[in-house]
């Protein structure tokens, strides 16, 4: 390149602009991307994102509208505890917990065609039909079926609730078909216990007759059977064992009084040996009159004392009072001996006592043997007695019992929610599915974007010019179309840039023009614009350019090289005696071979037809003399060339050109054609000095990415004349 000291190839050119890089070049990656150039990105492809949205947005608004709403209702039944039936004297059980199977098979239960059918007996009972006659079977059928398929039965949770879930296009219908599935259930529940009941009372009073009457029987032979043996006593023993058991306790009671008065006698016999008379026993001395006579005794022994210390032995009352003394203690001897001989009748009353009741207990003891031969038969007898009597009195409480059943059957579980009509359907959820359609729509859309850009191959940016391809970004080059607001081109471009020059079209011209001579390095008098591919617009681009020029007063000739194409002479109506062939082999001279432009006064050589010889006059030597014969004329040489890819010539004329300008269709040349393109021009030694982007529409913001000029369009628009 021109703003280089030698030409080099692709790797060298690349290791001199890393190390020519600036400081920000140099900074780590950040983590998150620019978002400037995310927003960049997004508006290149804004109508891409948009038709996405519009799209899936449509998709889910018909979706939505294809569907038939659905109401939700629920009701709820809770299965009670149950308790077991009285049917024998055990305490009545009960259980806390209900298990899983039995909860499963109630499911099962208001799922069944019977409970449906009751329900749906029940709606018409309460509903009218539609055509507001009474239902008809067929027509009952139909309720049952729709009341079938519009419920579902669930367990809620871990609970003993069930939910009874109606689903219809019709909310009353939902409500209705829930609340009568629970009732039918409920019903249901109700005849099934009174219909067990009618049986089993049929049954049971079938029997009670015949039980009573054995039960009596029984009884009756028990009774007889003990009154024949003398069994039969108050307290249901017999009246042996309660005659021995009286003895026994009066016998222990006897023995006991003998050994207290056998005590009291032994202990008074004791006393008597020992010599003391008897007056020390204990009898003696608990004797009122014994007391008494003591009292008397040593009242006069007090007196008889004082005597005997008045008187002599012979004195007359002192005689009295010995003689009385003498008298008390004879009776107190008396009394004492009365006692010992009370003691001695109760010990032997007490003796014959015991002796009578151990007679009377051995007869009773015998009387007890003989009647426990009996007792076997007594206890077969007691046996029937009891299984006759528990049997009739079970069917008794079981007749009862059925009988209460049946007057007030309850059932075993009770509604503890009715379903109420839905006020909005549950389905579609045209909240949550337009969310979601909205989340899909942008979603889709950025995915959209990315797949857009992960596929594109074209050069589009400023970005794909410099970091891509390392080349130098001179500009873009808008389509006259999007230049333009509201209307259609009725203009040639190389035309309009005569008639508006200061139109934003123009001005595109002169900033490549601008770009191109004020590039480092000797100001550049032949240029060469060249291109990867066909049809990117280089003639347009060199006629444009090379007209804006002549037209501002310069001295420009417009060289058309692509002599296969001839584009550039065709558009300008080239018409001469001579042309560039004869230039080239040296047959005529250059100012007859040159056309003015009449509009810009531009100077042009172009070629009459496409010549036919085998032999091509392009070659490095002619070349080099063509550039330095037309350097001496004119101020600026512009070169239409051949694309580089397809065509050799248009390397030749490229490599002996000051400045190389290669153009491409921007967003349509791939990137790969135009490394190509590069790596030809740099292998020929060419000074390539930048790449501009040909037919950008201006309309898609920063249609060029960073720095693009044409995202400010809008800012200078006072500026251009359209």
Not at 117 to 136: I, N
Not at 157 to 185: C, H, K, M
Not at 200 to 215: C, D, G, P, Q, Y
Request: aromatic share 6%; hydrophobic share 40%.
């Amino acid at each position: 390149m021109e703003s280089l000291p030698k030409t080099k190839n692709p790797d060298e050119r690349m290791d001199d602009e890393d190390e020519t890089s600036s400081p920000r070049d140099s900074k780590a990656i950040p983590l998150l991307p620019d978002p400037g150039l995310l927003w960049q990105v997004f508006r290149r492809n804004a109508l891409l994102f948009f038709a996405v949205v519009a799209t899936i947005v449509a998709l889910v608004a018909m979706f939505l509208a294809l569907q038939v709403p659905t109401y939700t209702t629920n009701a709820s039944i809770l299965i009670e505890k149950t308790v077991d039936p009285v049917r024998t004297g055990q305490p009545v059980l009960s259980r806390d917990t209900v298990e899983a199977d039995e909860i499963d098979t109630e499911i099962r239960l208001i799922q069944s065609p019977l409970v449906t059918q009751r329900a749906a007996e029940l709606y018409v009972e309460r509903f009218a039909s539609p055509d507001g006659d009474r239902f008809t079977e067929a027509e009952t059928e139909d309720v049952a079926s729709r009341i079938r398929r519009s419920i579902a039965v669930f367990r809620s949770g871990q609970t003993r609730l069930i939910d009874i879930i109606g689903q219809s296009e019709e909310p009353a219908f939902a409500a209705a078909a829930s609340n009568l599935v629970a009732e039918a259930y409920l019903q249901s529940q109700v005849d099934a216990k009174t219909a067990r009941s009618t049986s089993s009372s049929a049954f049971i009073n079938a029997r009670l007759a015949e039980l009573e009457r054995k039960a009596l029987e029984t009884q009756a032979a028990l009774d007889n059977y003990r009154s024949a043996r003398g069994l039969v006593s108050a307290n249901g023993s017999t009246n042996a064992e309660q005659e021995v058991s009286t003895l026994n306790q009066q016998l222990a009671e006897a023995r006991a009084n003998l050994a207290e008065r056998q005590g009291r006698y032994n202990a008074a016999r004791a006393q008597l040996t020992r010599g003391s008379g008897g007056a020390d026993v204990g009898a003696a001395l608990g004797s009122g009159t014994i007391g008494s006579l003591r009292q008397q005794e040593a009242t006069v022994s007090a007196q008889l004392a004082v005597l005997r210390e008045r008187y002599g032995p012979l004195h007359p009352e002192r005689r009295q009072a010995e003689e009385e003394i003498r008298d008390i203690r004879e009776r107190i001897q008396d009394e004492i001996n009365r006692v010992l001989s009370n003691l001695q009748a109760e010990v032997q009353t007490a003796q014959s006592r015991v002796s009578s009741l151990e007679g009377s207990r051995g007869g009773a003891l015998g009387s007890l043997r003989t009647n426990s031969r009996a007792q076997a038969g007594l206890s077969e007898l007691e046996q029937k007695a009891e299984a006759a009597q528990a049997i009739y009195r079970a069917f008794l409480e079981r007749s009862q019992e059925s009988g209460a059943l049946r007057d007030s059957a309850m059932p075993d579980a009770v509604i503890s929610a009715r379903a109420l009509v839905p006020e909005a359907p549950s389905s579609p959820r045209y909240i949550l599915i337009s969310v979601l359609g909205i989340i899909l729509a942008f979603g889709s859309g950025f995915f959209a974007i990315m797949i857009a850009e992960y596929l594109r191959r074209g050069v589009q940016t400023k970005r794909d010019v410099e970091r891509r391809l390392h080349l130098r970004y001179a500009g873009a080059i808008p389509s006259l179309q999007s230049t333009i607001k509201g209307r259609k081109p009725t203009e040639l471009p190389h035309d309009y840039v005569l008639n508006h020059p200061h139109s934003l079209f123009a001005e595109a011209f002169r900033s490549i023009r601008t770009f191109l001579t004020l590039s480092p390095g000797t100001r550049p008098r032949a240029i060469a614009i060249t291109s990867a591919l066909p049809g990117e617009g280089k003639t347009t681009t060199s006629v444009c350019l090379a007209r804006t020029t002549a037209a501002e007063g310069s001295k420009v000739l417009l060289v058309d090289a692509d002599f296969r194409r001839r584009g550039s002479s065709i558009l300008l109506d080239y018409e001469s005696p001579n042309d560039i062939y004869d230039l080239l082999d040296g047959t005529a001279k250059l100012d007859s071979c040159i056309f003015v432009d009449p509009l810009s006064q531009l100077h042009v050589l172009g070629s009459n037809k496409v010549p036919d010889k085998v032999r091509s006059p392009i070659t490095q030597a002619r070349i080099e003399a063509f550039y330095a014969e037309l350097r001496e004329v004119y101020e600026v040489i512009i070169v239409d060339t051949a694309p580089i890819l397809g065509v050799a010539e248009g390397r030749i004329l490229a490599s002996a050109a000051d400045r190389v300008l290669l153009i491409t269709h921007w967003r349509k040349t791939s990137v790969r054609a135009v490394e190509a393109a590069v790596s030809m021009l740099i292998d020929a030694k060419a000074k390539v000095t930048g790449l501009a982007l040909t037919q950008v529409n201006i309309k898609k913001y920063a249609s060029t990415g960073d720095g693009d000029v044409y995202a400010y369009t809008k800012k200078f628009r006072g500026y251009y004349q359209n």
